[in-house]
């Protein structure tokens, strides 16, 4: 394929990366590292308010990051009404609660799932404040991560835990507003070892079905096991109608919560296919694209500016996709055929047509260098003294 322009993409695929809205995570704006050292960053935020502004610059620069996901509590505030009146101003919508049900030393045995009934409620109590902060903030999303399960074999009832997980999550549940959903992320390990309570996309989707249609799964491009098909799970969510959100990052080893798009550009291109084919690419779809990364080592403004032009270069690969062509040599059962034109696609250069993008939409045609040149960066190491840290250690 020669270098593609703005005018090689049909009307629809324009639109569709003209509104591409990818959600950042407040946690990436935090410090953060490893079991062994959190370094600080000088210029971190101190508070909710400040990782808002720093969110803001990131959709300042790409014009596609209009949207900033909370943890609670590491972003408590007094008055959540006023720091949604920050958003606003800052040009942003506040996206997903997280809820944080790990690290209360009454969680050491679980926490929807745990055997002590008034620690469930305990639990589901922390949830339902997490529903006041959404409608304070407008959030239409409940994100749920569990570190519930088990490192023996032995230790408590796989199956019971099943059964105080369904009971728990139907509480939370039947707390929901009207127009707000439940989104249930799996992940296949840690910190539980040998088994943890919402391993995969099965037993999230077995949950979800089971509450209703405001309950879908959230896919954490991190938590599989290596060489499995994301990308088959993606099609196998968006047909029963219940890809909630994504959560996107790279991993090499382990849950490694490192850039999108850094470590397997490939498989990213992949599931932008799938997502593109399946019709989700559309903001009415209900399929959320969150990042839950943390920048341990490079600079984090920076970092989600990358995170996002990867995101939309995998996007505008998967938009040019000669579609017809691949649908019919995949009817003829033309292996090599079909094979080439997804690979005509991922070897296309889309920098320059993204540039040509932004440019139409009045912003820099490298948000990176525009940031950089911008003197941000210098001005909050200035102003900051004392980031916070954002999260665990891991
Ligand atoms: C822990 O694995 C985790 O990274 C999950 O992916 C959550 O989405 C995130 O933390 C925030 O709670
Ligand atoms: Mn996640
Ligand atoms: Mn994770």
Redesign the pocket.
Known sequence: MSTPTLSSLTHEARRLLEHQNIEL?S?AFGNSGTRFKVFTTPGTPRNAYEKLEDAAQVHKFTGAAGKVSL?IPWDEVEDYSDLRRHAENLGIEIGAI?S?V?QDDDYKFGSLCNPDPKIRTKAVDTHKRCIDVMSATGSTDL?I?L?DGTNYPGQDSIRERQDRLAESLRRIYDALGPDQRLIL?Y?FF?PATYHTDVPDWGTSLLHCLDLGEKASV?L?T??HAPGTNIEFIVAQLLRVGRLGAF?FNSRFYA?D?LIVGAADPFQLFRIMNEIVAGGALDPESGVAFVL?QCHNLEAKIPGEIRSITNVQEATAKALLIDRLALAEAQRSCDVLSANAILMDAYNTDVRPLLAELRESKGLAADPMAAFLASGHLEQIVAERVGGQQA??A?
């Open positions: 995570p946690w943890h997280n944080n790990f994100k991560w570190a992320e992940k840690e959230v954490d991190g938590h959560d849950d919560d839950d999260s665990w891991a």
